[in-house]
Structure formats: structure tokens, C-alpha cells
Nanobody, 116 residues
Framework: QVQLVESGGGLVQPGGSLRLSCAASGFTFSSYRMSWYRQAPGKERELVAVISFGGSTTNYGDSLKGRFTISRDNAKNTVYLQMNNLKSEDTDVYYC?????????WGQGTQVTISS
């Protein structure tokens, strides 16, 4: 079955960096667009970044381009999110997403906390 497993979250100071990873299995990873979302308690899930199946096209949520970079390694079935110059408002649970057919698949999420 489809599995998405995020890792790489943690506690970092403002201005710091983190790289999140999402290991995918159970489907032909290289054939699907992949996305990162984030969600704070009580708020709607927000799109962070999207990458095309081949990795040549990326899109970002408002105000995130320039600080966040999405990438993928189809040989490793993994999508990454490099986050730089982190701010307190980036504190959220970050989720990996794949849409396969008509169904949304989500990982369990990884907590990112920005605090001094």
C-alpha cells in the first residue's frame, strides 16, 4: 500500500535551517507530482511546495519561495524540503502528500518548531 514517511523535523532557532525528507513506497514514485503541506493547530492545512514528477517544475506557497526549496530523488523515492532562514511563524506540522487517482495520501507529519 501507499506509504509516505516524513523525517527531519525538530527544534531550531530563528534564522536556522532544516531539511525534511519524505520516503515514499507502494506506488511508482517517479510518475507522480509530490507536495509538502503544513498545518498549525486550529488552522487549515496550507500548501508549502509542489514538484512535478520529473522534478523540473516547482511551485511554492505565498511568501515561501526564496526560503524553501523542494526537490526529489526518484532513484531513492524521496522528496525533500530544504527550509532556510526559518521564522517563528514556520512552526507547524509538515506533511508529505501524493494524489494518486482520486485519492489523497498523507504521511504522519513531522513537527517543526522555531524558537530561541
Amino acid at each position: 500500500q501507499v506509504q509516505l514517511v516524513e523525517s527531519g523535523g525538530g527544534l531550531v532557532q530563528p534564522g536556522g535551517s532544516l531539511r525534511l525528507s519524505c520516503a515514499a513506497s507502494g506506488f511508482t514514485f517517479s510518475s507522480y507530482r509530490m507536495s509538502w503541506y503544513r498545518q498549525a493547530p486550529g488552522k487549515e492545512r496550507e500548501l508549502v511546495a509542489v514538484i512535478s514528477f520529473g522534478g523540473s517544475t516547482t511551485n511554492y506557497g505565498d511568501s515561501l519561495k526564496g526560503r524553501f526549496t523542494i526537490s526529489r530523488d526518484n532513484a531513492k523515492n524521496t522528496v525533500y524540503l530544504q527550509m532556510n532562514n526559518l521564522k517563528s511563524e514556520d512552526t507547524d506540522v509538515y506533511y508529505c502528500n501524493a494524489v494518486i487517482g482520486l485519492r489523497n495520501y498523507w504521511g504522519q507529519g513531522t513537527q517543526v518548531t522555531i524558537s530561541s
